[in-house]
């Protein structure tokens, strides 16, 4: 079966790497693609938002299945695209449609969602560009922390918190009055200040059934210790200790079940990933926010640790026929460290030469923003490369990602020293306790 995958990040590279070990795998081609990508599959220069264009290559090359890697074609209906399209609509399409999307595309759309379906999540309220002095007089009324969110897609930068009252409310005009995310920040959510760890759950569905993937926890802040602005993400490790069988049955019953169920009532044919990001507050689960695909850089702490097939997983998900599989998890654990551009989530410079890839032969390079210039490799994003190192235990899996990291530079390059630090904590404090 010839395969496209859509996007040009660590995730798709990801992708493409573990669909590239499936013997159902004939030809495999990336749009855009990056310079990792280019390693196992042939690159196509098609933008993702290119729906026309993406459609004419998939007749042309006889594509059986379409995997969307990024959020935005699937929130402006790319599977809507094809489903209209006669000559398109049987080909198999990992992603929802427009309606599906929106649980990712629109934050008030998701929060009311869970509200409908009785799904457990923080306490939230909705404010328009005209209704910035009732957002202020209900941040007067807030528990700091303040939690603010954008509706709409901000590259994983559209959620501010503080602990300022004053803050706040400076921060709230900026967003619905000088638009600070665009259309992002038309609508702005005041929720609740949730206390606990973060982890995320995916779900892989096919519209009426489904399975769980390994779970992961990222670090979506720049600097150690959790500290600095949002970025798309900084690292991963999977598994998450503390997501026990426990707490991931609650998290089934009382969420993943629900949103399934809920999508179905709604007539929501959706069929694709899910991934949903959780708080554990004291062992009980609360939605943050749900996605529309597969997380980065989660995906690539999550991939390695999936012994199946990964084209029969998705050729079921999109056939609806996924009832029949299970997952079959690697037991190892998978730390995924984030390097950058300096200046990231800022401005940063592109162009500059990589060294050392020839060399990172124990653990998973995923490239996200690089090119091939000269027929050198140069940083052309902010995320550029995502290093997975694997072990029997956390500490193991950390030392060897690590270690991968430290082969690689290129002038500027920045990365988190602490990532899994704080599980690696926690597991120690419980063994001790």
């Known amino acids: 079966m010839n395969i496209l995958i859509i996007g040009n990040g660590g995730r798709e590279h990801a992708f493409a ?42 007749l042309e090359k006889q594509i059986g299945l379409v995997v969307v890697g990024p959020e935005a074609p699937l929130v402006n209906g790319i599977r809507d695209y094809f489903e209209s399209k006669p000559r398109l609509k049987n080909i198999l399409l990992i992603g929802p449609g427009k309606a599906g999307a929106q649980l990712e595309g629109s934050k008030d759309f998701s929060k009311q969602f869970m509200i409908r379906h009785g799904i457990p999540t923080a306490k939230a309220r909705t404010f328009h560009p005209h209704e910035v002095t009732e957002a202020h007089h209900y941040l007067d009324t807030c528990q700091p922390p303040l939690v603010l969110k954008a509706d709409g897609l901000a590259a994983g930068k559209g959620v501010i918190i503080t602990e300022d009252r004053e803050e706040a409310k400076a921060i709230i005009r900026e967003m619905l009055v000088d638009k600070k995310f665009g259309e992002a920040s038309s ?94 507050c004291s062992g009980e689960p609360f939605v943050i926010e749900y996605n529309a695909r597969m997380g980065d850089p989660e995906t690539q702490a999550v991939l390695p640790r999936i012994k199946n097939d990964l084209v029969e997983l998705l050729k079921a998900t999109a056939s609806g026929s996924l009832g029949n599989l299970k997952i079959e998890k690697d037991a190892r654990y998978a730390t995924t460290i984030v390097m950058v551009s300096k200046g990231y989530p800022g401005n940063y410079d592109k162009g500059k030469i990589i060294k050392g890839l020839e060399t990172s032969s124990d653990v998973n390079v995923f490239h996200a923003g690089t090119k091939t210039v000269e027929g050198k490799i140069v940083t052309d994003g902010g995320r550029v490369l995502a290093i997975t190192g694997m072990g029997n235990d956390l500490q193991t899996a950390r030392e060897k990602g690590y270690a991968g990291v430290a082969k690689l530079s290129w002038e500027g390059v920045y990365f988190r020293t602490d990532i899994g630090l704080d599980l690696l904590s926690l597991q120690n404090e419980a063994k001790s306790g």
Not at 39 to 49: E, F, L, Q, S
């Open 17 to 58: 790497w573990k669909i590239r070990q499936s013997n159902s795998c004939g030809n495999l081609f990336v749009a855009p693609g990056n310079a990792g990508t280019h390693t196992m599959a042939v690159n196509v220069p098609i933008a993702v938002d290119d729906f026309h264009s993406i459609g004419e290559f998939c």
């Open 187 to 280: 609508k702005v959510l005041v929720e609740e200040f949730l206390k606990g760890i973060e982890v995320s759950v995916f779900v892989l569905t096919d519209g009426k059934d489904y399975v769980i993937l390994p779970e992961a926890k990222d670090y979506k802040r720049i600097g150690v210790g959790d500290t600095g602005p949002n970025t798309g993400g900084m690292g991963a490790v999977s598994p998450v200790y503390f997501a026990d069988e426990v707490f991931l049955k609650k998290v089934e019953e009382r969420i993943v079940k629900p949103t399934i169920n809920g999508l179905r009532k709604e007539n929501i044919d959706y069929r694709g990933f899910i991934f949903i990001g959780l708080m554990n």
